[in-house]
């Protein structure tokens, strides 16, 4: 069955460093130099990677290595989270009106 292919786009739109408010600007730079972020997610994104640096850090200075942490959900399970688009776009509408707001 060829002729039943169902094709999806992806629709991207990059916007200048420039165009954002002060506060995206700040936590951009607290990302890697090279990531996709959703606009409205850039703060949540910002925050995982505040969340995992300090649990990486917690362990280290108890003895431990730099390795992710063992059983800690949020860090295994955030790639997965991140990389669906539904979920990205519904996460996206509710950080807005419950967080930001």
């Given at each position: 069955m060829a002729g039943n292919v169902i094709e999806k786009?992806?629709?991207?739109?990059?916007?200048?460093?420039?165009?954002?408010?002060?506060?995206?600007?700040?936590?951009?730079?607290?990302?890697?130099?090279?990531?996709?972020?959703?606009?409205?997610l850039i703060l949540f994104v910002s925050g995982f990677m505040n969340y995992k640096a300090r649990k990486l850090l917690d362990e280290s200075l108890n003895g431990g290595r730099f390795k992710k942490p063992s059983g800690d959900v949020v860090i295994s399970h955030f790639p997965q989270i991140y990389d669906n688009p539904d979920i990205v776009e519904i996460l996206g509408s509710i950080w807005v009106e419950d967080v930001l707001s």
């Open positions: 786009r992806l629709k991207i739109e990059v916007k200048p460093a420039e165009g954002l408010r002060p506060v995206e600007k700040y936590h951009l730079l607290l990302l890697p130099s090279t990531c996709l972020v959703h606009t409205k």
